[in-house]
Every structure is written in C-alpha cells, then in structure tokens.
C-alpha cells in the first residue's frame, strides 16, 4: 500500500454534488483540504453545497453540468484544469434511479435517460479527466455503483450500474500503469431522495415492498460513511485495489493485504459463473490472458545519462552482458542476440553457475523502439527454475525514457503476468538488472 497521501490544495470533482451522497463527498473531500467542484444539473442545490463548504473554512465552486451532455462535460473540465490545476480526484456519483416496474410495461425512454446520466455521464466524465491523469502519471477515479444483484423491476437502475461496474475494471487495468487508479465504490442504503421515491412512491410500494425491510431493521448506513470512505480512497489507501469493486463494509486494510489472494481468484470484480466451463480449459487459460493486466509491474529510476545513452543499453548485447547478470549468480550460456530494429527479434540465455541443469530463457520482439523515449518489447519464456513461476510464460514491457536534470527518468512497465509470485520474481530480478546498469553507466564515466 502506498503511505496515505494529503489532500491538501488538491482538486477534486465529484458529480451529482447538490445534495444526498454527491453533498456528503464534496463535504467530506472539502474537510480533508481540498478544492471541490461540484457538477449537477440544479444550480441552487449546487450553491447550497458550496455554501456549506465555506461555512467550514474550505473551498468549492459550483458548475451547471449535465453529465449526458459530452460538450458541457469536457467544457467544464478544461475550465476547472486552466482555473485550479490538475485534476486529482473524480468522482463519478450524479445518478437517476429510473423507471421502477416490469421492463414490458417501461417506458423505453425514461428507461435510457437512467442510463444516459448512471453510464454515459461517468464515461464522458473519466473520458475528459484521465487524460490529464495519464500525461501527469496521477489522479484517483471513484464510481459510485451498486452490486450486481438482478432485482426485478429496477432493470435500467441495475443495467446501467453493472456496465459501469465493469467498465471501472476495464478502464482501471488500463490505467494503473500510468499512476491513475480507478474504483467501484458500493455506498450501502443511505437515505437520500432516491431512496425516499423508492419508498413512497406508488410504483416504489407496488413493486419494491422488500426495500422498506431495510430501513425497519436499521440496516442503512449514514450518508457520512460513504463520504469518509471516498476521501480514504482519494488519500491511496486503496491504490492496490485498482480496477476492483469495494464497499463500504470493507475493510481497506485488510484487502490491500490480501491483494494476491483477490487477483488470483479475481475477487471483488463481475465474473460469469458457468457449470460447464471447468477450469484449466484452453478456453479459460486464454481468457485469463487477457485479464492479465490486473498484475501489473511498474519500477522507476534515475540513471546519470542521456536517453539516448540508455536506450542504447538495452539494445547494445555488450552492454547487456554485463547489466543483465549483475549480482547473479548465472553465466551467459551463448552470447545474446539481438536484432534492434523494429519487429526485430532478441534471445538472451543464462544458466545457473551452480546448477547447469537451471536455464533461465528468455525471447521475444520489439514492438517500439524510438530514440531516446520508448522501447517497448514481448518478454517471454518457456519456464523458469523459479518457485512458484510457471511457464510458458508471456508478458510486454514498455521502457521509457525522459530526460531528467543531467540524466534520465527510466520507468519500465510489465504487464501480463499469471500470477503474483511471477510477478515478485521479475520485480526482484529486474531491480538487480536497474542497479546493474546503474553501475555499468559509473564505470563507463570513470573511464
């Protein structure tokens, strides 16, 4: 987990802020030092949350938005980015609850407005602020949403909350190797407007009389729970948990460090469970390819040389001779061959200096070179004498290089692993490749 981050002189936008749990957020968020831009469609519910905001010493501005609309939406956010700064933290809340009844019986349109404000609005939201987030390698996203239980009569409400859902685990395997982490948030039963229309109105009674069961029991949460436990996400306390769905009934703690468990097993996340489709299939191990980006890889450096010079290093099988074997306990079994160019090939082969039977192979081609910024290569191996990794073993690697002072920032991500301990194993072996580079780079300039 990362250490919990200040929110101090941050900014953050959180939509649907006029009242009920959008209020509590921008509330909460304020309290916790940032600056607060509220979107919503009524501007005097709006100016009411503001107005609460300076009440207690903090800061906010209030943005007639509707989220369905792409042009008011990227308007505002260029508006907010050129007065304030980077955007640091959005929370995509604004929601309609939308037609309560049998689907035959819906009419079709209001049963698309709920999903043009519950999807739409958060996809043109996290559209318009993640790049921003990317170019800075910073910034929290957090979608309000709802288990995917299918309860009856509330099809465009749960519809457009489960899309959403599984859109956070898509877009957050995306974007967690560029610094930016996304999540579901399941707020629990607050009393709020929406919950009130479910209760009392007539098609609230007729067709949801078990929803009043859990006000009676008093199994509804403050508004202020959900509230706190956004800001607990915009400090990073739950950066692990990216791309994945939590609720506040969770402990953040506990499943950070419980994270292989919950990517091995891809829990807190939408998955279709099927009796015929036992595990192991090849159809299954393919699809668990594709989801690989969950176990993601990222190291930082910085290295006393150009980019170019770096860039060199990686291509350069002299150079990788030594980097690549620093502190190793292995021989190079024949020499590296590398062919640098794109959609070129490399081969590099090492055996253990104790145990000859241990061979250590790794292949693949280079996708993307370019000078002094990018190179980007697959990385694969048939097996490796690693407990706990098993192979054949495929993953990409992006470096890149930007210049840094007198030297260079060198980030290297590595996507695609198949399990966590494959994951530890390369974080640990590309770390002593880094400090071997570094000192290939001394002994070059001492010379």
Not at 48 to 71: C, F, H, M, N, P
Not at 107 to 128: F, K, T
Not at 139 to 145: A, M, P
Not at 408 to 419: E, H, P, V, W, Y
Request: hydrophobic share 40%; net charge neutral.
């Amino acid at each position: 987990m990362r250490t919990t981050e200040s929110l101090r002189e941050r900014i953050a936008v959180v939509t649907g802020a006029g009242r009920g749990i959008g209020r509590a957020i921008a509330l909460a968020l304020a309290g916790a030092g940032m600056t607060v831009v509220g979107l919503a469609r009524t501007m005097s519910d709006l100016e009411e949350t503001t107005q609460l905001i300076a009440k207690s010493g903090g800061q906010a501005e209030a943005l007639r938005v509707d989220v369905a609309s792409r042009d008011q939406v990227e308007a505002a956010i260029a508006r907010i980015e050129r007065q304030h700064g980077a955007l640091h933290v959005l929370v995509n809340n604004a929601a309609r609850i939308g037609p309560i009844g049998p689907f035959h019986e819906t009419d079709i349109e209001a049963w698309w407005a709920a999903m043009e404000v519950n999807l739409r609005g958060a996809v043109h939201c996290m559209r318009a602020a993640s790049p921003g987030m990317v170019s800075r390698r910073c910034g929290r996203i957090i979608n309000v949403v709802t288990s995917a239980v299918p309860f009856a009569f509330l099809s465009s409400y749960l519809v457009s909350k489960t899309a959403l859902l599984r859109l956070t685990e898509i877009i957050g395997s995306e974007l967690q190797p560029h610094g930016v982490s996304v999540f579901g948030l399941i707020p629990g039963t607050v009393r709020t407007a929406m919950a009130e229309h479910s209760l009392h109105s007539p098609e609230g009674r007729r067709w949801l009389p078990w929803f009043e069961s859990i006000f009676t029991q008093e199994l509804d949460v403050p508004v202020e729970l959900p509230a706190e436990y956004v800001v607990q996400l915009a400090r990073g306390r739950g950066d692990a948990l990216t791309g994945r769905t939590v609720s506040v009934a969770d402990d953040l703690d506990a499943l950070s460090e419980s994270i292989a468990q919950i990517q091995a097993e891809n829990l807190h996340s939408l998955r279709l469970q099927r009796l015929s489709e036992a595990p192991g299939t090849p159809v299954e191990a393919i699809r668990r390819e594709g989801e690989r980006g969950f176990q993601m890889l990222r190291i930082e450096r910085s290295l006393k040389a150009s980019p170019d010079t770096v860039l060199r290093l990686w291509l350069d099988p002299a150079a990788v001779r030594s980097w690549f074997t620093y502190h190793a306990s292995v021989r190079w079994s024949r020499e590296p061959q590398i062919e640098a160019r794109l959609g070129g090939h490399y081969d590099w082969e090492v055996v253990s200096a104790t145990e000859p039977a241990e061979v250590f192979h790794f292949q693949g081609t280079y996708l993307q070179i370019e000078s002094g910024s990018t190179l980007a290569f697959s990385w694969n191996w048939e097996h490796l004498p690693i407990e706990g990794v098993t192979g054949p073993g495929r993953t990409q690697i992006e470096i890149t290089l930007v210049p840094q002072g007198n030297g260079t920032k060198l980030t290297l991500l590595q996507r695609g692993f198949a399990s966590p301990a494959a994951r530890a194993a390369h974080l640990k072996g590309w770390n002593r490749c880094l400090d071997g580079m570094r000192q290939l780079l001394e002994e070059r300039a001492a010379s």
